[in-house]
């Protein structure tokens, strides 16, 4: 079954976690390992009360920047209220633990799940708002959270507060800070290898691809709503859980500790750490957090100067290293590998262009139907678009059959890209239809689209420029990642055996396109011709049955648009795919297309086979003001 | 309810004060100035130097502070904006949490944390306007938001270096081949920021009399409320996003004075703004998304 509604806790089959064996006794182990110091060297001058405190407020600092990094960091949505969920998670946690007196435990779980269904809440706006507007927004949320549910005097007690008991179970409570060190030390771990899962899967990826450009994510099948509200409800819930740790550790909270006008400002403190940090970066964040949480406290005694210097110290950093710590560490190993890449990439010429992966389809797609040569695949009705006043495409028609290279060419503003974003659902047609395999796609978000086997290429380079190129081919493979998103963040057996199957299409595809060395290298740095071609790649790798291709050979050397119309003719001929292309170099359209679609302002001026566009040359040359052919 | 207008409309018009400071930088240099607030409270306490310590009369000590902290604006943006050129929004946006934290801790190493007292500049009852009591600052407060108003919206339009600020904001790259020194526009939006800021301090301290670090920090988010509704870029946008955040609180907390729910005006405001957002994304005047 596909999904195509592209929630992802849709995608597969139910609930079956496995944890092998071995897993399960590895995670004990770290986790025993990490959390036994502390209880060894409790009540011994070694680890005196207060030291335990400092550190556990160090780790709690660690917990409450990763939860804020998940969000601001992989996802780049940017929430400026983030102390609203450390608050509610405490208050949460603090209520179930303190009255009823359930199990801290209990109040963790519980905070998890409030914290989960606030960032729902907040998610949502988010989902229509962009940038500024979406920060604005979780400052108004965090502000109305603290100037009225936290001010609420039956709920939270007000400004008299509550107390913060840390029960284990039965009679038992952590009543040393070394002992809660060790449970915090615990979580740490917990959280950090929950964090890894969301990077090392298709979650991470897809909430890269969303923070470097929506449109790049939706051209790779990633439901972007959902996911965005993903990140939302993980961070939520990541910060209410450290919230209420933090909570639990300082033992009292009140309608105050984590308002906006407090010393300090939670939520600005912890924008401050993750960007200092290195959006993004976990050991970048955490080693920030650190800093944060017991710098302070060891210069107290410098009675005010130390805020002063300080803040003077944030502007500084932020003037000179606007990447953080990880932006500079990153700079520091680019230039270090300047000189070496350098030599690599002399080694591939744009002229000589490798060969496109031939691979077969994903495991994780549903089979390649059955479609006659020659039948047609896609099948566009009197499509228009409105700009304002202007008709950008005007009842537009084309039909592309399969097997064919389709060329759809027109003078600049003609019409030709809003077509494609039309079929690729960037754009809402008022009118017409487009079936692809006899389905019509108006119905169908930009996602769902993608993994029926529509691939496209962008003007611009439609992939996540910061990431590498084995990324991005992992990043491309993302309508064939099966696992539901929970297995995702458990990373259970069948996660992991399906990121392994693409780690091994991404390497093969890239040993095809001869880009071996470039695997770890940000496609920023690429030449755009190469960049062109891991596009290429990245679209192949899913196996589409459709390429929409915009302007592929824009920016490329002749020999290389030469050698670039070899390649399209093999992916017709020798991959059996079906391309769309828009181009502007005639040459090259007079050479693959086997038939050619003409467009002026919106409409379709003329069509017909390759031999039957090149006997009008007035049609050609009324366009490009030469006669060719 | 007419009463409840009139405190809505003051209060409204210094809510636009500081909508009009946030439009400015965001105009001028596309990042959101989180000291907008705090350069207000720091123009307090300039006010609060030269009247109270000084015995300054209250006109100069105003000026004073309206200088000072128009001077912090452009310093700021000289030494730290500027160099920061092509780096992320949001990297610029912390530094200005940076300024933020410079000025609040300023402000307590130098007067401490207790209140200080800092009386308006007129006292008394008020007058009488159609049978409603308007106080001498909320008078003072709209005859100031409209006289700026006016003022800036002469300068805008009618100089050439007020358009080349708005042509700035549009399209940065196109102005400046166009001969604008986009520079000077930069430095010329960060200090008149600071000059409406403390502006708008000056006129909402009489309301409540007493003042400390981080005074400003609720009107902020109320002031950032307004741009939002506004548009973010458009300046008459941040005027009526001001009053309409003014007007909307005032009459939650009049009807709702006796609830025992806390921070009723808050959540109205958190209301307004989803509701606006939900029906214009950008904004009621903002044009293209940020």
Aim: aromatic share 8%; with cysteine; proline share 5%.
């Amino acid at each position: 079954m596909t999904d195509i509604t592209g929630w992802p806790y849709e995608s597969g089959r139910g609930f079956n976690f496995r944890f092998t064996k071995r897993k399960l006794i590895a995670l004990a182990c770290i986790a025993a390992s990490i959390a036994v110091p502390p209880l060894l060297f409790r009540s011994t001058p070694f680890l005196p009360s207060h030291i335990a405190l400092n550190i556990a407020v160090g780790v709690s600092f660690i917990l409450m920047a990763l939860s804020l990094n998940v969000l601001l960091g992989y996802a780049g949505q940017i929430s400026l209220g983030h102390g609203a969920f450390l608050g509610v998670g405490a208050f949460a946690s603090g209520l179930l633990t303190s009255k009823p007196q359930l199990p801290v435990l209990v109040g963790l779980l519980v905070a998890a799940v409030v914290g989960a269904l606030f960032a729902l809440v907040l998610g949502v706006p988010a989902l229509r708002l962009r940038g500024l507007y979406l920060a604005v927004t979780t400052i108004a949320f965090a502000f109305m959270m603290e100037e009225s549910l936290f001010r609420w005097e039956p709920l939270t007690g007000g400004s008299a507060g509550l107390e913060l008991p840390r029960p284990l179970a039965g009679t038992f409570a952590f009543s040393q800070h070394a002992d809660y060190l060790a449970f915090l030390l615990v979580f740490l771990v917990g959280f950090w290898l929950f964090d890894q899962n969301i990077t090392r899967t298709k979650i991470g990826r897809a909430f890269n691809a969303i923070r470097w450009d929506e449109k790049v994510a939706q051209g790779f099948g990633v439901p972007v709503a959902s996911y965005k509200i993903l990140a939302f409800v993980l961070s939520g819930a990541l910060a209410a859980v450290a919230g209420a740790l933090y909570g639990h550790l300082i033992g009292f909270i009140n309608s105050e500790s984590f308002a906006f006008k407090s010393q300090p400002n939670y939520s600005l403190l912890l924008v401050i750490i993750v960007v200092i940090g290195g959006l993004g970066s976990r050991s970048g964040v955490a080693v920030a957090a650190l800093f944060y949480a017991l710098l302070p406290r060891f210069l107290e005694f410098l009675q005010g100067w130390e805020m002063i210097v300080g803040a003077v110290a944030l502007i500084d950093v932020m003037a000179r290293h606007p990447g953080g710590i990880a932006g500079a560490v990153r700079q520091r190993a680019e230039k270090r590998g300047e000189k070496k890449a350098r030599g690599d990439l002399s080694s591939t010429d744009d002229d000589e262009l490798p060969k496109l992966p031939k691979l077969p389809r994903p495991a994780g797609l549903p089979e390649r139907p059955e479609i006659l040569t020659g039948s047609a695949l896609l099948e566009v009705h009197d499509i228009s678009v409105t700009f304002g006043g202007l008709k950008a495409v005007d009842e537009a028609a084309l039909t592309v059959h399969q097997g064919q290279i389709v060329g759809l060419i027109g003078p600049n503003g003609a019409g030709k890209t809003t077509l494609f974003n039309a079929i690729s659902g960037f754009v809402k047609p008022e009118g017409g239809s487009a079936k692809f395999l006899g389905r019509e796609l108006m119905d169908l978000p930009p996602h769902a689209r993608a993994r029926l086997g529509i691939g496209r290429t962008f003007q611009q380079i439609g992939l996540t420029k910061d990431l590498s190129v084995n990324e991005n081919f992992l990043l491309a493979q993302h309508v064939a990642a099966d696992y539901p998103v929970p297995k995702g963040l458990l990373y259970t057996a069948s996660a992991g055996g399906s990121e392994r199957a693409m780690r091994k299409r991404a390497t093969d595809a890239i040993e095809a396109l001869g880009f071996e060395a470039f695997t770890d290298t940000p496609v920023r740095n690429l030449s755009h011709g190469q960049q062109r071609l891991v596009e290429l790649g990245c679209v192949l790798v899913t196996a589409p049955e459709l390429l929409l291709l915009d302007e592929p050979s824009a920016g490329m050397s002749p020999a290389a648009v030469e050698n670039l119309g070899e390649r399209l003719r093999e992916i017709r001929d020798d991959l059996g795919r079906t391309v769309l292309l828009i181009e502007h170099h005639i040459p090259l359209v007079l050479d693959v297309c086997d038939y050619i679609y003409v467009l002026n302002f919106g409409k379709v001026l003329a069509h017909g086979t390759t031999e039957e566009i090149a006997r009008q040359p007035e049609v050609i040359g009324a366009y490009f003001g030469e006669a060719v052919a | 309810m007419g009463q409840t207008l009139i405190t809505g409309l003051a209060t409204g018009g210094i809510y636009a004060l500081l909508a009009v400071g946030i439009v400015l930088v965001f105009k001028g240099s596309r990042v959101l100035n989180f000291a907008q607030g705090e350069m207000g409270t720091f123009g307090l306490f300039i006010a609060f130097w030269l009247i109270e310590r000084q015995n300054l009369p209250w006109i100069v000590g105003a000026l004073g502070a309206i200088v000072v902290v128009a001077g912090i604006g452009f310093a700021f943006e000289r030494i730290v904006v500027r160099n920061m050129g092509d780096a992320p929004r949001l990297s610029v946006a912390v530094a200005t949490i940076g300024l933020l934290l410079l000025l609040f801790a300023l402000e307590l190493k130098i007067f401490g944390p207790s209140p200080q007292i800092l009386p308006g500049p007129i006292s008394g009852l008020g007058i009488k306007v159609a049978g409603f009591f308007v106080s001498p600052t909320q008078i003072l407060a709209l005859l100031t938001a409209i006289g700026l108003g006016i003022a800036l919206a002469t300068f805008l339009k009618r100089t050439d270096f007020g358009l080349g600020v708005l042509a700035a904001s549009q399209d940065p790259g196109a102005t400046r081949l166009v001969g604008v020194p986009l520079a000077r526009v930069s430095a010329f939006t960060w200090a008149l920021a600071g000059g409406v800021s403390a502006m708008a301090a000056l006129l909402i301290e009489p309301t409540v009399g007493i003042f400390a670090a981080g005074f400003m920090t609720g009107l902020f988010v109320r002031g950032l409320a307004a741009a939002l509704i506004g548009g973010l870029t458009s300046l008459p946008g941040a005027f009526v996003g001001g009053v309409v955040v003014g007007i909307v609180e005032a009459f939650i907390q009049q009807r709702y004075v006796q609830s025992t729910f806390p921070g009723i005006g808050s959540v109205a405001v958190m209301v307004v703004i989803v509701l606006v957002l939900l029906v214009r994304p950008q904004g009621l005047w903002g044009k293209a998304a940020v």
